[in-house]
C-alpha cells in the first residue's frame, strides 16, 4: 500500500547506544521531515531534506544524523542516545516547497533507559 | 514568547455543542496557516487550511486575523468523534512547518 511508513514502531535502547529510525514513502515525495514530540513542547522539526543528498537542520538537531541517500528514504540516526531523547518521532513528507500539506508516518516511540 | 501558542485544554464539551479554540503566532511574515488533528497516539493529519477570507468545512470554521496574529477553528454540533488534539500550525519558508502544542477537545455524552 502507498504511504508513509516507519520502522521499528516501538524501541528501548539504552544510554549510549547508536538507534537507528527509518522512513519510507512511497510518494516520490521531495521534501521529507523528522519530528520530535514531547509533552509541553508540541512537535519540533529535527532535520529536514529538500532531495536526494540534500539536508538540513531543524529546531532541535543536535544528538541526530541523517542522510537521504534514496529519495523514498530518511533515515534518523541516534548516534549515543541518552534519556533526553526519549520521545516519539514523526517522519513525514511533502511534495513540493509550498507547505500546503505534510503526510505523517504513524511514529517510532522511543524509550531510552 | 512561542512562535504558536495555544490553550492546550482540556475542552470538555457535551455532543452537539459548539465550541471555539484560537492559537496565536508571532511572526507577521508567516505566509499560511493550518489546523491539523491528532488522535490519542497517532499521527497528525491536516484538518483544513486557514485562508484570510475564513473557511468552512461542514461543521468547521477556520477564521485567521492578520492584524491580531490569530487564528481560530470553530466545530458545530460537536460530535464524540470529534475528541482530539486540535494543532495549530503556521508555514513559514522552505516548507517548514511550526506546531503549537495542541489544544485537546473531549466531546461527551
Known amino acids: 500500500d502507498a504511504g508513509i511508513t516507519q520502522s521499528p514502531r516501538y524501541k528501548i535502547t539504552e544510554t549510549g547506544r547508536q538507534v537507528t529510525l527509518m522512513c519510507h514513502q512511497t510518494w516520490s515525495h521531495s521534501y521529507m521531515f523528522w519530528y520530535r514530540q514531547d509533552l509541553g513542547h508540541g512537535l519540533r522539526l529535527i532535520y529536514y531534506?529538500?532531495?536526494?543528498?540534500?539536508?538540513d537542520k531543524g529546531e532541535v538537531p543536535d544528538g541526530y544524523v541523517v542522510s537521504r541517500s534514496k529519495t523514498e528514504n530518511f533515515p534518523l540516526t541516534l548516534e549515543s542516545a541518552t534519556r533526553s531523547q526519549t520521545s516519539v518521532y514523526f517522519c513525514?513528507?511533502?511534495?513540493?516547497?509550498?507547505?500546503?500539506?505534510?503526510?505523517f508516518g504513524p511514529g517510532t516511540r522511543l524509550t531510552v533507559t | 514568547r512561542k512562535e504558536v501558542e495555544q490553550d492546550p485544554g482540556p475542552f470538555n464539551v457535551p455532543e452537539g455543542a459548539t465550541v471555539a479554540f484560537n492559537c496565536t503566532y508571532s511572526n507577521s511574515a508567516s505566509q499560511s496557516f493550518f489546523w491539523y488533528r491528532q488522535d490519542c497516539r497517532k499521527e497528525p493529519k491536516l484538518l483544513m487550511s486557514?485562508?484570510?477570507s475564513g473557511n468552512e468545512d461542514g461543521r468547521f470554521t477556520a477564521q485567521l486575523n492578520r492584524a491580531s496574529q490569530y487564528i481560530s477553528l470553530l466545530i458545530r454540533d460537536s460530535k464524540l468523534s470529534d475528541s482530539a488534539t486540535y494543532l495549530c500550525v503556521v508555514y513559514g519558508t522552505a516548507s517548514k512547518l511550526t506546531f503549537g502544542t495542541g489544544t485537546r477537545l473531549q466531546v461527551t455524552l
Open positions: 513525514a513528507s511533502t511534495p513540493t516547497s509550498e507547505g500546503i500539506e505534510q503526510y
Open positions: 486557514v485562508y484570510s
Open positions: 531534506s529538500a532531495a536526494a543528498d540534500i539536508t
